[in-house]
Structures are given as structure tokens and as C-alpha cells.
């Protein structure tokens, strides 16, 4: 931990102390849990274990770690909203723009990045090889969908993926019919969003797939961590500036190549 770091710690501990409340690293007989903040988390960031190696260094650095709570993006800003956890860890959603703007939501920081990924079948049926605008590409698979030579595997609902599959087809892509499994018959490979940190850590199994677009400012998910206006926990500030400090900012570039640091975006 650098100076100014330690310097941040002492005076949050100071200012607790104040307000009569004890630091837990002051007091072990304290449960871990009584200085932890709630905070609601994007599945994607718990499954390719991002929070498990922020947990433990957390314990290192602080004496305590923020309790996860795995709930889709959408879901997770509406709770943000309400007050019903102490913070949030998510993908960049188009909600948390409108809860900003209207100071629902405070203290947002981005962390890191993940590329979106477009996946498909090595053959290509949709015929998306060599494009280069996402929008276009979806509007090929829906295209390749409704004739019946293709499938579409549909993004979580309320997921970032979902929101960003939205405003590249306005809409129309969530509108695709659920195909139907013919009996006796396996399901060929669907064409998919998936992030670069799912495609590292957690890539679908069974299927001959192939990626076909990445890369690009439009197609990068930002990492980004907020409180809530309804609830004021000190242990969701510090959690916000602990997650920007580099023992935290270390665990992300060691979790590999599907995190990047809280760069700009790639042009």
C-alpha cells in the first residue's frame, strides 16, 4: 500500500472512530462482516473469480471484504436505486447513466474493461466474416436467423450484453423467436455475445465455436463500481477507492488478458 493510500486508511479509521464506531483490524473479537458493505455484483465478475482474488487481498489489506451478492447489471442498479445494498459492482448499463444523472447514485468510479466478443460457428452460416461494425453483424444473424440458417443464443435479460445487443439492432434482436430443439436431433452451434473475460475463464463447452468480432471502443464493457444516494456506508466509500488502489488495479492485470486496466477506451 502506498503512502497516500495508508494516509486515506488512517483517516477513514479516524473518522470512524469519531463516530464511535471501532475499525475491525482495532478490535478481532468484531465478525469480519460488521464493517463489510453489501454489494451487488455482476455474475460475470464473481464466475471468472475476480471477487474471490479481490476478497482475499481485501482481508490482507483491510481486515474485512465487501459481501457479494451476484444479481444481473439492471437488477443490481434498481437495488442501488432503492437502497437495498451499500454498493455496486457492474458492467456499464445505460441505467447507471440515468441514475448519475440524477445523483441516485454517487461516487462512480471505472475500474476495468472487458472486450465484447461476437462468437459463432466455424462455418460461418451467417456469413459475418471480415465485418467490422457489431450492429451490422447482428442484423446478418438476425437476417440468417429468420431464414432458418442460423440461431442466436439470447444474452441474459437485464445483463450489460443485453442492453448493448439492444442498442445495436434498436431492439430488434431480443424480438428473435426461441428456436425450437427438433427431437433427435442436436442443437447446431448459436452465434452469441460473450465477454473476452468469459471467453478466457469460462468458454461454452460442447460447441465448435469461433470468434469473429472483437475489439474496438464499441465493443469494450467498462467495469464500474458506484454507492448508493439511500444508504451511506463508510464501508462502500472505501471499498470504491480501495478498488482503484494498486493491490486492487494488481489482482485485476493478474487475472489476465480478459481484464484490462481502467484505461481509455481502445480506438
Known amino acids: 500500500m502506498s503512502e497516500l493510500d495508508r494516509r486515506t ?44 482474488q479481490w476478497q482475499a487481498a ?28 451499500d454498493a455496486g459492482l457492474f458492467l456499464h448499463h445505460p441505467r447507471a ?8 447514485i ?24 471480415g465485418e467490422t461494425d457489431p450492429g451490422r453483424a447482428l442484423r446478418q444473424i438476425m437476417a440468417a436467423c429468420a431464414a432458418g440458417a442460423a440461431q442466436w443464443r439470447p444474452t441474459e435479460p437485464g445483463s450489460a ?23 433427435g436431433r442436436s442443437r447446431p452451434p448459436a452465434y452469441r455475445l460473450i465477454t473476452q473475460a468469459q471467453w478466457q475463464k469460462l468458454p461454452p463447452k460442447g460447441e465448435k ?21 439511500r444508504v451511506r456506508h463508510p464501508g462502500a466509500k472505501l471499498l470504491v477507492s480501495w478498488l482503484q488502489w494498486p493491490l486492487a488495479q494488481g489482482v485485476m492485470k493478474r487475472a489476465g488478458a480478459g481484464w484490462q486496466p481502467a484505461a481509455a477506451p481502445k480506438g
Request: glycine share 8%.
Open 209 to 229: 465455436l469461433k470468434v469473429w468480432m472483437q475489439g474496438g471502443a464499441s465493443m469494450q464493457l467498462a467495469v464500474q463500481v458506484a454507492c448508493s444516494f
Open 58 to 85: 481485501m482481508r490482507q489489506d483491510l481486515g474485512w471484504s465487501a459481501r457479494w451478492q451476484a444479481m444481473e447489471t439492471r437488477v443490481l442498479l434498481d437495488q442501488l436505486e432503492q437502497g437495498h445494498v
Open 161 to 183: 450484453l443485453s442492453a448493448l445487443a439492444d442498442r445495436w439492432t434498436q431492439g430488434q434482436i431480443a424480438k428473435l423467436p426461441a428456436v425450437t430443439p427438433t427431437p
Open 9 to 52: 486508511v488512517i483517516q477513514w479509521a479516524s473518522t470512524s472512530l469519531a463516530l464511535g464506531s471501532t475499525p475491525l483490524w482495532a478490535n478481532p473479537r468484531v465478525a469480519p462482516r460488521a464493517e463489510s458493505p453489501l454489494v451487488g455484483t455482476d455474475p460475470i465478475l464473481i464466475s471468472t473469480g475476480l471477487t474471490s
Open 106 to 129: 454517487h461516487s462512480r468510479q471505472t475500474i476495468a474493461r472487458t472486450d465484447v466478443l461476437i462468437v459463432g460457428p466455424e462455418d460461418d452460416v451467417a456469413g459475418i466474416r
Open 97 to 104: 447513466d440515468e441514475l448519475d444523472k440524477q445523483g441516485l
